[in-house]
């Protein structure tokens, strides 16, 4: 209850403009589980990840709210995480006693049974209700997280089960698979728990002790674990293509792999210091575009993990809780540590809620042992309480932060004003609302904290709020100096060609889709427009010369099959157009304008019957595309001139 409660301002909070708005305001797949939303859910990498069930939870609240409504979404995302607290109540219980009392299956008394539960319920409380949970559970996009972290537990609560059955030499097998079942359905709901198996074997060491106490050798140990192997390479298959699909992968030409190193030594420490002291939480922490990694905050923080991993290895026949909870902390952290680098962010609060969770088990067996002195139990008890009550009050504040998206992106730039990212979309989030001299201003700061490449949208904005303001000429200014840092920007790209059309200049026009193709070849709306330009001046040559360019950059691209067909065609050379358009439609079968196109490719060839076909196939696919419906009706009626 007290973990549902921590985080209840959530239930009158609406979405927020970070990630909200695609999964769920502008998102049809997620409105109901018809067919084509399943399909679309297992096999779309959507932002970045593939998500099957997490899509599958959020049609459920479509169904039973009646609607995407923030509430019902907010409401299921606090009673997972109040179900994965319970789960990790379960969990802690049944790894103290293993710590504790080894393979027995009771405590030796009832006091020492009731002193475990509440070390395991603290242990709970304190991860449940600490602020850094606050963005997995507040952020309704992290849903993902909730229904991972719910399956994960319960995979290894069942592989707890079965190390029972095995100490008490009963079946097993049915709780392995248990195990296996729900790690399957993790990684359907989030990639993050794909280190799973190797948690499992440091649990074999410690504190299950199963190869100290002869009940398994190393060989069968790993072989136990092989049977994860095939899950977790497809899953980081898919990690990887999600990743790509939404472009958010940082290549080491721009991000070295020493840089890595100290970025995953800082998350490391990171994690640890806000975790002890959760103070100036962000919603986003921004990774540096001149990453300097022999900074002092990277080189200490690197140092002191490569210091507490000696310590901790110098200590593990003393005390070896300490050093299983650490390599497992670093295992569950290590795919969101840098190592390979995805978005913006260097860090993330969210990236703690599975990862922190030995923390909070090594408090609980502080408090065990704290407890077992009648001197110290009452002061420790009453100090755990507490502490949870604070940390209680701290998540509550944290979530007003999300309360809408003003709020989200003041907190990022009040903990960084250097934040660009926050910054622009504050920007963007008061210019909605016609606060125009507010929102300049954070486009401006935007601007100043990063002017080059990566930033022209804050540009792009600006421009757009001096529109809006009557300052037309300072608009098109923002939009020329977005072009010059990225000339491959679509919007600025826009403005501006517009700006030389209606001034007649059509080749000033055509002179900036040039220079937008040669910094960014692979930049598929730049063709677009271009060819459209050629088009109007009937430049057939020269869009065909564009389209075979659009091809070698972007093979198979239907698109640029069709436009390169079109031009063939604009030259009289039908049965070259034909096989362009072919292949258009091969690419793309439910677009009604190629097979119009194709149609008339064959009818420029003499082959009136097969085009016939071919457009009353479209016409009857498509009823409402009027292209195609007169040409039918041309070629029906035998028009003198015939369809063009």
Not at 76 to 98: E, Q
Not at 332 to 339: D, R
Not at 423 to 438: I, N, T
Not at 508 to 515: E, F, N, T
Request: charged share 20%.
């Amino acid at each position: 209850m007290l973990a549902f409660a921590s985080f209840a301002p959530a239930l009158r909070q609406g979405f927020v403009d970070l990630d909200d708005d695609f999964n769920f305001v502008h998102n049809p797949y997620v409105r109901g589980l018809t067919l084509e939303n399943l399909r679309w859910m297992f096999t779309s990498f959507h932002v970045g990840h593939y998500q099957p069930l997490s899509w599958v939870s959020l049609a459920l609240d479509h169904h039973l709210w009646g609607g995407l409504e923030p509430r019902g979404i907010h409401f299921t995302n606090l009673v997972l995480h109040a179900s994965n607290a319970v789960l990790l109540y379960l969990l802690a219980a049944s790894l103290l006693r293993w710590a504790f009392f080894g393979a027995a299956p009771a405590a030796p008394d009832a006091s020492s049974e009731l002193r475990l539960r509440l070390a395991a319920a603290g242990a709970a409380l304190l991860h449940a209700v600490h602020p850094l949970r606050t963005e997995s559970v507040a952020w309704a996009t992290e849903r993902r997280d909730l229904l991972s972290g719910l399956f994960l537990l319960a995979s290894v609560l069942a592989y707890l089960r079965a190390a029972r059955a095995e100490a008490e030499q009963r079946p097993r097998s049915a709780w392995l698979a248990l195990a296996l079942l729900g790690y399957l359905l993790s990684l359907l709901s989030k990639a993050w728990g794909i280190t799973l198996p190797v948690v499992l074997l440091a649990l074999d060491v410690y504190p299950l002790r199963r190869r100290a106490r002869g009940a398994a050798s190393w060989r069968r140990l790993l072989g136990e674990k092989l049977v994860y192997v095939p899950l977790a390479v497809l899953c980081a298959w898919l990690a990887v293509r999600a990743q790509g699909a939404a472009t958010a992968v940082v290549g080491f030409d721009e991000h070295p792999l020493v840089n890595r190193l100290a970025q995953a030594g800082y998350g490391l420490a990171f994690y640890v210091v806000r975790t002890l002291w959760p103070s100036e939480l962000s919603p986003l922490y921004l990774l540096e575009r001149e990453y300097d990694p022999s900074r002092p905050a990277y080189v200490i923080a690197s140092l002191a993990v490569v210091a507490t991993t000696v310590a901790l290895v110098l200590l593990r026949r003393r005390w070896p809780a300490g050093l299983t909870a650490w390599f497992i902390y670093a295992v569950l952290a290590s795919p969101v540590l840098g190592l390979v680098q995805s978005g913006a962010q260097k860090a993330a609060d969210r990236y703690t809620y599975l990862a922190c969770i030995p923390f909070a088990l090594l408090a609980g067996a502080g408090l065990f042992r704290l407890a077992e002195r009648p001197s110290l139990r009452r002061a420790a008890l009453a100090g755990a309480g507490a502490l949870v009550l604070a940390l209680a009050l701290a998540s509550w504040r944290q979530t007003l932060v999300w309360k809408d998206s003003e709020t989200l992106y003041r907190r990022v730039v009040e903990v960084e004003p250097g934040n660009y990212f926050g910054q622009h979309m504050l920007s963007v989030v008061l210019g909605r609302a016609r606060r125009y001299d507010e929102a300049i201003l954070h486009a401006q700061l935007s601007i100043a904290a990063h002017p080059a490449k990566g930033n022209e949208e804050a540009r792009y904005n600006l421009g757009w709020l001096y529109r809006a303001t009557g300052r037309g000429e300072e608009a098109l200014a923002e939009w020329r100096k977005a072009l010059e840092v990225a000339p491959e920007h679509a919007n600025s790209l826009k403005e501006v060609a517009l700006d030389h059309l209606r001034r007649g200049d059509v080749e000033g026009a055509i002179a900036l889709h040039r220079a937008a193709l040669e910094a960014s070849p692979r930049f598929a709306g730049g063709y677009l427009e271009l060819a459209q330009l050629y088009r109007r001046q009937g430049r057939a040559a020269e869009e065909q010369e564009l389209w075979s360019r659009a091809l070698a950059a972007l093979p198979g691209w239907p698109a640029a099959h069709h436009g390169l067909g079109l031009a063939l065609l604009a030259q009289g050379r039908a049965q070259e157009a034909e096989r362009q358009l072919v292949l258009a439609v091969m690419g793309e079968s439910t677009n009604p304008e190629f097979m119009t196109d194709y149609g008339r490719a064959l009818h420029a060839q003499g082959r009136v019957a097969e085009a016939v076909d071919a457009w009353r196939q479209v016409a009857a696919r498509f009823p409402t595309y009027a292209p195609a419906q007169n040409l039918l009706r041309q070629a029906t009626l035998g028009s003198d001139t015939g369809p063009p």
